[in-house]
């Protein structure tokens, strides 16, 4: 099902040490067809970004390799089903569940130069903002 997205969240992560994000979702992609990601924080986001066949990129913090992944949703969640286990550890804190069909790590290191922010900001500049989440757009 192809989307006819203009614009795209991008999330901003930070992976605990010793763990790979992409190995641990994409595991459980490759086992179940899906993985649930939940989202840590106060992010205040609407369930209709997420609808199925939308996509979103994900950011790891430079802590956490810096890896940049483009991820298509498959809706939101009230919880986490098949999730990699390192989630339990953020028992308690704020979590949106959404379901990922699909997880791909962008090697190109200039691939954010071709989108702007929906405000029409620096991509890069944003990211090194305190803003945990924005949505992008091509230029």
Same mark, same amino acid.
Do not use: C
């Given at each position: 099902? #192809? ?5 795209? %969240? @991008?999330? #901003? ?14 595991? %459980?992609?490759?086992?179940?067809? =899906?993985?649930?990601?939940?989202? /840590? ?20 913090? /430079? ?12 809706? /939101? @969640?009230?919880?986490?089903? /098949?999730?990699?286990? =390192? ?5 308690? %804190? ?5 379901? @990922? ?13 071709? =989108? ?8 890069? #500049?944003? %990211? ?12």
């Amino acid at each position: 099902m #192809k989307s006819n997205q203009e614009e795209f %969240l @991008l999330l #901003k992560i930070k992976t605990p040490a010793g763990i790979s994000f992409y190995d641990e979702h994409i595991a %459980l992609i490759k086992e179940h067809g =899906y993985v649930d990601f939940a989202k /840590i924080g106060n992010s205040i986001l609407k369930s209709e970004i997420f609808k199925e066949g939308n996509t979103i990129y994900i950011k790891e913090s /430079i802590s956490s390799g810096g890896n940049l992944y483009r991820a298509i949703t498959s809706g /939101i @969640l009230d919880d986490g089903i /098949i999730y990699p286990s =390192y989630y339990d550890s953020f028992e308690g %804190l704020n979590r949106i569940w959404v379901r @990922l069909v699909s997880l791909e790590l962008i090697k190109d290191d200039k691939f954010l130069d071709g =989108y702007k922010t929906r405000a029409g900001g620096d991509v890069h #500049k944003a %990211l090194k903002s305190m803003s945990p989440n924005f949505f992008i757009r091509k230029r």
